[in-house]
């Protein structure tokens, strides 16, 4: 079983910024953010394989950034230029070929 800790959610203004982190409790390998907001469906945000490769939801291209440090077997989401619908639960997820784990969620929260 595969420990993942959440961290750096919070309340951030429209245009504002914020980190997210998710350290695991063991090597990572292809890792994925998602986000659940209110009364909709868990939707892939930004994955990042373990070769480096990204890919992003249309709606953050170009604001958010997915990274790693294999390191600290963490994986980051920088987010900037927030949006209200920005709003939701944000949820690490690690894959491995043996099987796939969730962190227990950070709230994000975009508001003036």
């Known amino acids: 079983q595969v420990q993942l800790v959440e961290s750096g959610g919070g309340l951030a203004q429209p245009g504002g910024s914020l980190r997210l982190s998710c350290a695991a409790s063991e090597s990572i390998e292809d890792m994925g953010w998602y986000r659940q907001a209110p009364g909709k469906q868990r939707e892939l945000v930004a994955g990042i394989k373990s070769g480096g490769s990204t890919n992003y939801a249309d709606s953050v291209k170009g604001r958010f950034t997915i990274s790693r440090d294999n390191a600290k077997n963490t994986a980051y989401l920088q987010m900037n230029s927030l949006k209200p619908e920005d709003t939701a639960v944000y949820y690490c997820?690690?894959?491995?070929?043996?099987?796939?784990?969730w962190g227990q969620g950070t709230q994000v929260t975009v508001s003036s």
């Open positions: 997820n690690a894959d491995y070929y043996w099987g796939s784990f």
